[in-house]
């Protein structure tokens, strides 16, 4: 197989969510694996709705995933290849001018609806005289265009669904250009992949029917016909269908929550595929694991509590090294020691400040019993201390008072550390210190 080229092409209308970026994954990982070339392409003929910050959140929520676009193109900055090629399919018979207004065709669409007939274009338009159309202009009418299909059964081997078809005498003809002589989606699209050289066309299952369209158009404008592949689509986990409107599950809102972007791609690559869910942290190793045989036909839920469960998982296996720099930045690097005992208690990175407050201070204790706590600060050992001080210590305090188990150990937890609950004792004793904890143990903020 020669080096795959794919593409993802958001509209720059809203930020992208959690399904648009399952497709970028799938498209960027599926190129990377097989040494190709990534696309992005931003659709925005839109004019109107596109927003160029929109376009910048999307390249800067690829790159927090991990996946750079190698090449990146804007169709705004396109028109002269669309009105080539349109020209060249008016030429060839393939497009052609229609006048309804959509009060005309709304009104035609339930009559047949009526009838009982499919509510299908009737080429109405092909049958206007020269004579009918200049009396239409004069009218003030001006004409949307439309291509015009070959009636037959569109058949192509999808990369997913395997074997696959759409009969095209039970669609109408899609209309490519408005009265104003913007495009719809559909001829740019197109054009595009026949420009760049586009070998594989992975995308949402909700353009299907689209594509025995687009194979009709490919073939008038070039001998070439990509490899389509429609992967199932994402809903929220009560199977709400996702929304850049919305703002469902935006990639934006994810990365101010403090999610890491591997919980969030081994997420989406993995839900609705053959493979377990599990937190994946090499985009390589998550590449490997893509298999277009083995997705799911049905919608994906994607569940925000399991989101953040994997989320947990990547950071309790997270090495010092790889979160230093992260941990300077919120004023919360104690150390490799520090980090190492404490990451088994985040669900976030963001959490480690909260712990950091615990093992350095200034921190005001919880006293619940002062004449133990008394007791347990006077029979503190002598540093240095190590991992062995707790065991140490507790032995004697266990000695001094006559307590044992939780009556023994919650009011030292909480005189150290103001909760009931975290990370072992044995290890966060030695971050302490002997100050502190002495300081603690008599009621002293520190």
């Not at 001829?187 to 026949?194: A, E, H, Y």
């Not at 930045?329 to 985040?346: H, R």
């Not at 000695?399 to 937890?413: C, H, W």
């Amino acid at each position: 197989m020669s080096k795959p080229v794919v593409r993802f092409a958001p509209s720059p209308t809203g930020r992208i969510h959690i399904g648009n970026a399952r497709q970028a994954l799938m498209n960027a990982l599926f190129a990377r694996r097989e040494g190709g070339t990534f696309v992005l392409r931003f659709d925005d003929t839109d004019l109107g709705r596109s927003k160029r910050e929109y376009a910048d959140s999307i390249e800067v929520d690829l790159a927090w995933l991990g996946i750079p676009p190698d090449v990146v193109v804007r169709q705004s900055e396109r028109f002269a290849l669309y009105d080539d090629a349109s020209a060249r399919l008016r030429d060839m018979g393939r497009l052609y001018a229609c006048y309804e207004t959509a009060e005309e065709l709304e009104f035609r669409r339930k009559r047949q609806l009526a009838r009982g007939l499919p509510p299908v274009y009737d080429r109405a338009a092909l049958k206007l005289s020269a004579e009918d159309r200049i009396a239409l202009e004069a009218e003030g009418r001006r004409p949307h265009w439309r291509f015009r299909l070959e009636h037959r059964n569109e058949v192509w081997q999808d990369l997913v669904r395997g074997p696959s078809h759409v009969d095209t005498s039970s669609l109408s003809d899609p209309i490519l250009v408005r009265e104003d002589g913007t495009y719809l989606y559909t001829l740019p699209s197109v054009v595009d992949d026949i420009a760049l050289s586009i070998t594989h066309v992975i995308r949402g299952e909700d353009h299907v029917t689209n594509t025995a369209v687009q194979i009709q158009i490919f073939e008038a404008l070039g001998p070439h016909v990509p490899i389509f592949g429609h992967i199932n689509l994402l809903t929220t986990a009560s199977g709400e269908g996702l929304s850049k409107r919305l703002g469902h599950l935006s990639l934006t809102s994810l990365r101010e929550a403090g999610l890491e972007p591997q919980a969030v791609a081994s997420l989406a690559v993995l839900v609705g595929s053959a493979e377990s869910v599990r937190p994946i942290a090499d985009l390589d190793d998550l590449a490997r694991l893509i298999d277009f045989d083995h997705i799911s036909r049905s919608a994906a839920k994607f569940d925000e509590r399991e989101l953040e469960s994997l989320n947990a998982r990547l950071v309790h296996d997270m090495p010092y090294e790889r979160v230093k720099d992260r941990l300077a930045a919120l004023d919360a690097d104690g150390g490799e020691e520090f980090w190492e005992a404490v990451k088994g208690n985040l669900a976030k990175v963001a959490d480690a400040p909260a712990w950091h407050r615990v093992a350095f201070g200034p921190l005001e204790p919880v006293i619940v019993d002062r004449v133990f706590c008394e007791a347990a600060r006077d029979v503190l050992p002598a540093g240095p201390w190590d991992l062995t001080t707790w065991k140490t210590w507790t032995e004697a305090v266990k000695a001094a008072t006559g307590l044992k188990g939780k009556a023994l150990f919650m009011p030292l937890r909480l005189a150290l550390t103001s909760l009931e609950h975290g990370p072992e004792l044995a290890t966060l004793l030695p971050l302490i210190g002997p100050e502190r904890a002495k300081a603690r143990l008599s009621g002293e903020t520190a």
